[in-house]
C-alpha cells in the first residue's frame, strides 16, 4: 500500500555546522495517527517545516526525500508547494492567531476555505463548527475576539472543509488549559474519523500524544531514536524514549 507519508534520510543543516536534523526516517499509512515527541530543541518543528515546505535559508534540506502518496515534494517549487499545502497536508502550529486573518470574520475566512475546497459552503461552513464543537454565532466573530482553544478548533474546523490527506499539528495545545486541551483533542480526532486523515501530532507532553496516537516517534538531538506503540515506550533501549516515558507516568501519578 502506498504511505500517505514517507519521510527517508532527512538531513536539515544551517551554514557548516552538524546537521539540525539527521537522517531522519518514518511512515505514516493512510489514516494513521502518530506523535513526534522530544525534548525542546531536538528538531520536531524543523521536520515540520521540512514537511510542509517551510523552510527558509539559512536552513536547507541537504539529503533525503520526503513522499507524500508515493509523490516527491523536496523538489516542488513554491507555486507547487501552495497547492499541497491545504490539499494535501496541513499544518496547525502552537500560536493559531498567525494562521488566521486579523481583520476578517471566521465566516469569512471558512467559507473561503470551503470556495478552495471546492465545496457549498454554508452548510459545510456550520457543520465544521459543529464538528469542532463551536457554536455557530462564533462564525460572526473577527479572531481577536476568539481563545486560544477557540482558534485552535477554527483551524480544525479548516482542516475538516479541505480533507487534507495529512494533517501536522505542531504543539497545538501548549499553553492551554487541560480542560480547552481536551477539547482541542476531541476536535482533533473528530476531524481524523470524518476525514481519513493520516495525523503526526508534535508535543513534548506524552500524555497529550497518547490521547491521539497509539504510535510514538521519539527524537533526541535531530535523530530519530525510537518509533514504538506508546505502552512500549517505558522499555525502549533509547534513554530519552524512557525519560518521556517516566515523566508522564509521574504527572499522571500526581494528578
Ligand atoms: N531558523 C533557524 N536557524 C538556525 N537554527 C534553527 C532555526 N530554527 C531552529 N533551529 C535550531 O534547530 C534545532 C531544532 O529546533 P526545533 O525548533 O525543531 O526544536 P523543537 O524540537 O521543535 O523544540 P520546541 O519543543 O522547543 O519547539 C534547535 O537547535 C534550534 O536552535
Same mark, same amino acid.
Do not use: N, Y
Given at each position: 500500500m502506498v504511505k500517505a507519508l514517507s519521510v527517508k534520510d532527512l538531513t536539515i543543516t544551517c551554514g557548516v555546522a552538524r546537521p539540525l536534523l539527521d537522517r531522519v526516517g518514518f511512515d505514516l499509512a493512510p489514516g494513521e495517527r502518530v506523535g513526534l515527541v522530544g525534548a525542546s530543541g531536538c528538531g520536531k518543528s524543523l521536520t515540520a517545516g521540512a514537511l510542509c515546505g517551510l523552510l527558509r535559508p539559512p536552513l536547507r534540506v541537504s539529503g533525503g526525500s520526503v513522499r507524500l502518496d508515493g509523490r516527491e515534494v523536496l523538489d516542488l517549487s513554491a507555486a507547487s508547494w501552495r497547492r499541497v499545502r491545504g490539499e494535501r497536508i496541513f499544518q496547525i502550529f502552537q500560536s493559531p492567531g498567525t494562521a488566521l486573518t486579523p481583520g476578517r470574520r471566521i465566516r469569512t475566512q471558512l467559507t473561503e476555505t470551503a470556495? *478552495?475546497?471546492? +465545496?457549498?459552503?454554508?452548510?459545510? $461552513? !456550520?457543520?465544521? *463548527?459543529?464538528? +469542532?464543537?463551536?457554536?455557530?454565532? $462564533? !462564525?460572526?466573530?473577527?479572531?481577536y475576539q476568539l481563545s486560544g482553544g477557540m482558534k485552535q478548533r477554527v483551524l480544525i474546523a479548516m482542516a475538516l472543509i479541505l480533507r487534507p490527506r495529512i494533517l501536522i499539528a505542531d504543539e497545538p495545545t501548549t499553553g492551554l488549559d487541560v480542560l480547552t486541551e481536551r477539547e482541542v483533542l476531541a476536535a482533533l480526532n473528530t476531524m481524523a474519523d470524518e476525514t481519513g486523515a493520516a495525523v503526526l501530532f508534535i508535543s513534548h507532553d506524552l500524555r497529550a500524544v497518547q490521547e491521539v496516537a497509539g504510535r510514538v516517534l521519539v527524537m533526541e538531538h535531530g535523530r530519530l531514536v525510537e518509533n514504538a506503540s506508546v505502552s512500549n515506550l517505558s522499555l525502549s533501549p533509547a534513554r530519552a524514549a524512557r525519560q518521556l516515558a517516566e515523566a508522564a507516568h509521574a504527572l499522571q501519578g500526581a494528578c
Open positions: 470556495r *478552495l475546497a471546492g +465545496v457549498e459552503a454554508k452548510a459545510t $461552513v !456550520a457543520a465544521a *463548527l459543529d464538528a +469542532v464543537a463551536l457554536e455557530r454565532r $462564533v !462564525a460572526e466573530f473577527f479572531p
